[in-house]
C-alpha cells in the first residue's frame, strides 16, 4: 500500500492522527434535515444510529450529538467552530456560522454505505468510511502563509 497524504489545519491533521472522523463544515444556525435517518456502523460496534424526529426533520448540531451520545456512547462527538483561514471574519460575525462535527472512538469507526444519513453528512453511499488511529506519519509545514490548511501529513501504510 503506498504512502498517503492529508493537507489541513492542524487542528485537522490532530484529529487524523488520533483517528478523529470530521464530518462537514455545516451551518450551525440551520442543522441537517437528518431526523427518523439512520447511520450504520461496524465499529466501535454494530449499532444503527437513527437521529430523533420524523423523516426529515432538521436536527441542530447540538441534537445530533446528543442522539451520537445516548445510541454510540462509545464514538465520541462534538463539535469545533469551522476554520475560515483568511475568511475568519465569516464565522466571527455570525454572518456564516459554520461548525465540523467530529467523531472519534478509541478501537476506530466504520459507518457502512447503508445509512439513510450518509448523504447528509457527506458520507460515501457507495463504500463504508473508516477512520483509525494512524500508527506511523511525518508532518511538513509550509510555514506562516496566508492559508489555513498549511500542513501536510504523509501516512505510511
Do not use: W
Not at 47 to 74: E, K, M, N, W, Y
Not at 87 to 100: A, C, F, R, S, Y
Request: aromatic share 8%; glycine share 10%; proline share 6%.
Amino acid at each position: 500500500m503506498p504512502y498517503t497524504t492529508f493537507k489541513g489545519t492542524i487542528d485537522e491533521c490532530t484529529d487524523r492522527l488520533n483517528g478523529v472522523l470530521q464530518l462537514g463544515p455545516y451551518n450551525k444556525k440551520t442543522g441537517l434535515p437528518v431526523g427518523g435517518r439512520t447511520l450504520i456502523f461496524t465499529s466501535p460496534s454494530a449499532t444503527t444510529v437513527t437521529f430523533t424526529g420524523s423523516v426529515g426533520d432538521v436536527r441542530t448540531i447540538d441534537q445530533i450529538i446528543a442522539d451520537f451520545t445516548a445510541q454510540l456512547p462509545a464514538v465520541g462527538a462534538k463539535f469545533r467552530n469551522y476554520d475560515y483561514g483568511p475568511n475568519q471574519q465569516l464565522g466571527q460575525l455570525g454572518i456564516d456560522p459554520k461548525v465540523v462535527l467530529l467523531l472519534q472512538a478509541d478501537a476506530g469507526i466504520t459507518i457502512t454505505d447503508a445509512g439513510t444519513a450518509n448523504a447528509f453528512f457527506g458520507l460515501s453511499t457507495s463504500a463504508s468510511t473508516t477512520r483509525t488511529i494512524v500508527a506511523a506519519a511525518d508532518v511538513v509545514t509550509f510555514g506562516p502563509s496566508a492559508h489555513a490548511d498549511h500542513y501536510v501529513l504523509v501516512i505510511a501504510p
